[in-house]
């Protein structure tokens, strides 16, 4: 008898286990329309910040039905079947639900307001908060140098872009994005400490901290606006920064791409003028939702359209063109693919590309990478608040945004998509492309100069 108790015990114990620790699944519900949501795009103002409605006046854009949120009560009948909406796209009339029944998807694809569902996710949804206990703020302990820019000055120098913040150009008054993994202890350190940070915003855990979790975010945004003169100062140093996490550490699953539109959904409504992003995706954990490079189009991939939505509301992106330059992908990931972004490929010192950059072309034959910057030993801050060298596209892209940034603070009467054609033409290789490098490297400078003798001739 005893055995027998052991025996139901082990059985019940190894149950509650795998209930408390089994697994949840997501589906990206494609709804039908996105229902009465009591807003209309003659009253903008009541979901949308003055902000982004003023953007839009300047960049001679409307606001349109894809502004409009999703019917809450639409939400309520997606909840109603047993799962969590938890996060969802305006833009795209979509909606993920978690849940713990992998079947569930039938009862969302019977329901009337869907067009189709799609699994996007699987995993534990129970991710602990991370309790930061110490607040102590973190001092480089790198030797201070003689030039301003620190340990950066190559990163800039390299673009001409030090003559361009001479002339008064740092990014004051630019509203700026960055989309990454996470800001690790961004709050705690010395070299934000002048940092404008608007806003933080956790899509993927929301009402968590951006600040506690993953320092790609951290490396990233110091190469934007790291301000320690004779240490590092970053390229866009006076701009203004929402900090947005999108990235789930996790795992790699196609919610990423949720993760990210919404990001980008988010950044458009607070009116930001500038997104910058360091991620970029192809496979994922399961082999069966893998892309493949023919819809490298600019217009297919979920995390692809939104990038180009942006664009379509008056947004300036720079996004990595990633680095799977030596790996059996080896092009360019999504949603670098999308046509009206500056996608950013990396270089060395000596300027010949990194052998880890992603190259063009897309699939339907457009010049991608944009252009290249500095991705071989270039100056980062850590989450300890120190001085250290990566690799990266994803660092090549701060570097080369934060100079945009510049550039359009300098030519505000200049459209997203105007900019980027400058920025084109005053590269290095404007005049003959390649996979590798795009257009080549831009100089800034130059850039600033053309387009004032081109006012001043008009």
């Avoid at 993927?204 to 993953?214: I, K, L, Q, R, T």
């Avoid at 297919?300 to 996004?319: H, Q, V």
């Avoid at 603070?409 to 003959?432: R, T």
């Amino acid at each position: 008898m005893l055995y027998l108790r052991l025996c139901f015990l082990f059985v019940w114990l190894v149950l509650s286990f795998e209930t408390l620790c089994g697994e949840s699944y997501a589906f990206r519900v494609y709804l039908k329309d996105k229902g009465n949501s009591g807003y209309t795009i003659d009253q903008p103002e009541f979901f949308l910040s003055e902000a982004a409605i003023d953007r839009r006046l300047r960049e001679g854009k409307f606001v349109d039905k894809s502004d409009l949120p999703i019917s809450s009560s639409y939400l309520e009948i997606l909840a109603s079947t047993g799962g969590e909406p938890v996060v969802q796209s305006r833009w795209f009339s979509t909606v993920v639900v978690m849940t713990e029944d992998s079947a569930m998807v039938e009862r969302l694809q019977e329901l009337p307001i869907v067009d189709s569902a799609k699994w996007v996710w699987k995993g534990r949804k129970d991710l602990p908060i991370k309790d930061v206990r110490d607040t102590a703020r973190l001092y480089p302990s790198d030797d201070v140098l003689k030039p301003w820019y620190g340990y950066a000055e190559k990163q800039i120098k390299m673009f001409n872009g030090i003559k361009l913040h001479e002339e008064g150009y740092r990014g004051k008054g630019m509203q700026v994005a960055v989309i990454d993994a996470g800001f690790m202890n961004v709050d705690r350190m010395s070299a934000f400490t002048a940092a404008n940070i608007t806003g933080t915003r956790n899509i993927v855990n929301p009402g968590e901290s951006v600040y506690n979790d993953d320092g790609h975010g951290t490396k990233v945004f110091s190469c934007l606006a790291a301000n320690i003169p004779g240490i590092m100062v970053g390229t866009a140093p006076e701009a203004s920064y929402w900090l947005i996490k999108s990235e789930d550490g996790r795992s790699e699953y196609p919610i990423e791409e949720d993760y990210w539109t919404a990001a980008a959904e988010f950044a458009d409504s607070v009116g930001v003028k500038v997104i910058s992003s360091s991620l970029g995706y192809f496979t994922f954990d399961d082999e069966a939702l893998n892309y493949n490079q023919s819809l490298l189009d600019g217009k297919t991939a979920f995390i692809t359209r939104a990038a180009e939505m942006a664009a379509e509301k008056g947004i300036l992106l720079f996004i990595s063109g990633g680095n799977e330059g030596g790996g059996n992908w080896g092009k360019i990931t999504f949603p670098s693919d999308a046509e009206n972004v500056f996608t950013v490929g990396a270089i060395t010192s000596e300027k010949e590309r990194s052998s880890f950059s992603s190259v063009g072309f897309t699939a339907d034959g457009r010049v991608k990478p944009d252009a290249v910057a500095l991705g071989t030993g270039v100056t980062v801050m850590d989450c300890s608040g120190n001085v250290r060298f990566g690799n990266g596209t994803s660092f090549a892209t701060p570097i080369l945004a934060g100079l945009g940034i510049c550039l359009w603070q300098a030519l505000p009467w200049l459209s997203n998509k105007e900019i980027i054609g400058l920025m084109q033409h005053v590269s290095s290789q404007y005049k003959q492309p390649d996979i590798e490098m795009g257009y080549g490297i831009p100089d800034m400078y130059k850039a600033l100069n053309t387009e004032k003798r081109n006012v001043r001739n008009e």
